[in-house]
């Protein structure tokens, strides 16, 4: 039997983005790393700045923004244009023969769009087991080419729908599982999971199921950590092999084998 080849699906948040630097070096790690990988990325801070310069106000609830038609429309251009392109273009420059995409281009990924409840997240997509066409994407990097995804989907009637990052890069771990030995890797500003906030050496380096209730029952877990942990958690029982949330610039670390970020098990 061929030995399973390997896949890194890294997802990078905001501040890697807004800062010119931070992701040239982010990305110059994501070129070096072996094998297949796929990147996926948001945009939001990015999108809020340009937004307000268009007089459009973002709402934000839990952190997750409500896209009524005038956002969609900003962060249609942010996320798929501007911020994509300028992505791929670096990668480029590496040596990574990326392709940057939204959830319509070639149907990779369809979702529905969210049903009001409580709230109308207005258009808002969210995503299933049936989501992801992996065996098309796996086609695409199967032919040399690495994906570049935004967090931006469509419901296959024509209509864009924002996304958000870390659930398209944990359902696409999920998806792409079933063909790969998978690592869903999470990076941001912080070094991974801190026991305090405020102290950068407070890193937690294993979390599993059981500690993850006492961490939130502590309340050290919190606010914006917990839809990535529960996403996280997630994956790893749908087949994922390793779930790592850590700093962008520590990324190189994995390539030498050290221990990197917190890292989530069964």
Known sequence: ???????????????????????????????????????????????TQIAETMGIESQLVDGRRITDIETLRVVTMVYGGLINKNIVAQLQRFGTNAIGLTGADGNFIRAVKRPVKTIDYGFVGDLDDKSIDADAISRLMEAGFTPAFCALTHDGEGQMLNTNADTIASALAVALSKHYETTLIYCFEKKGVLQD?????????????????????????????????????????????????GKADELSTLQKNKPFGTRLSK
């Open 1 to 47: 039997m061929a030995d399973i080849k390997q896949l890194h699906v890294i997802k990078i948040g905001g501040n890697v983005i807004d800062n010119s630097e931070n992701l040239y070096h982010f990305l110059k790690d994501f070129t070096a790393l072996k094998g297949h990988k796929i990147l996926v990325h948001g945009g939001g801070k990015v999108a």
């Open 197 to 245: 906030i405020n102290d950068e050496d407070s890193l937690i380096r294993e979390i599993d199921p059981i500690r993850y209730e006492e961490l939130k029952k502590a309340e050290i877990i919190h606010s914006g950590m917990l839809p990535k942990l529960d996403n996280a958690f997630t994956a790893i029982s749908c087949g994922v092999k390793a779930v790592i949330i």
